[in-house]
Structures are given as C-alpha cells and as structure tokens.
C-alpha cells in the first residue's frame, strides 16, 4: 500500500503562484503513475495533470495547460504541481493519487485508474 500526504496549498491572489508537493511511502515510488485532481465546492472531482512512473511522460487538462507543470523526484517520492498564473475558478482542494499498475509510458487521466489517494490540500485563489 502506498501513503500519499499533499501539502503546499494555501491562500493566493490571482496571478500568484503554488507549488504543491505529494510525498509517498510505503513502495517503490518509480513503479507509479501519479497523477493531480480538484474538487471545488459542489463540483465533482476533476483531472487536472498526471505523470508517468519515469516522468517521461505528463498530461494536463485544458484548462491549466501552459500555467500548470507536474514533475516528479522518484529518488525523494515526491510528485509535484506547479501551478503559475492562478485564476479564481482554480481554488478548490486538490488531491494527488497513485496507480501501480500500466506501461512505463501510461499517464491515467480517470479517477478510476487510480488506487491510492491522499487527503487533499486546498488552494484558494482570491480575485
């Protein structure tokens, strides 16, 4: 089993930026895909970006395209979200997840693909 803490959430203004982080423990970090999703208030959870187990490959939505960069460090277990030129409608809780399972080069892009999730942290960005 893996274990997936996020943090690096917080307050900002629009145009600011954060860089969350999600550590994992448990198993071997490089034998996953990871991937970020948000859920805002009334709104289902969302794909947001997503992270082959080498980092060779990543995904984002649409609408963070060209503001939000995922990477990863496989020799720290982290997974990480930049996210630059916030905009309000970005504030939500996010989450980052794990999946075991799937080619090197897999990004998995559904809630469903993924079978480890951490607690969430929030972001919330003030116009």
């Known amino acids: 089993q893996v274990r997936l803490v996020e943090s690096g959430g917080g307050l900002v203004q629009a145009g600011g930026s954060l860089r969350l982080s999600c550590a994992a423990s448990?198993?071997?970090?490089?034998?996953?895909?990871m991937g970020w999703f948000r859920q805002a208030p009334g709104k289902e959870r969302e794909f947001v970006s997503a992270?082959?187990?080498?980092?060779?490959?990543?995904y984002s939505t649409d609408s963070v395209k060209g503001r939000f960069t995922v990477s990863r460090d496989n020799a720290k277990n982290t997974v990480y979200l930049q996210m630059n030129s916030l905009k309000p409608e970005d504030t939500a809780v996010y989450y980052c997840?794990?999946?075991?399972?799937?080619?090197?080069?897999?990004?998995?892009?559904?809630?469903?693909?993924?079978?480890?999730w951490g607690q969430g942290t929030q972001v919330t960005v003030s116009s």
């Open positions: 448990g198993r071997t970090f490089s034998d996953y895909a």
């Open positions: 992270i082959s187990r080498s980092g060779g490959n990543t």
């Open positions: 997840a794990g999946r075991g399972s799937g080619s090197n080069g897999y990004v998995p892009q559904k809630i469903q693909d993924y079978a480890y």
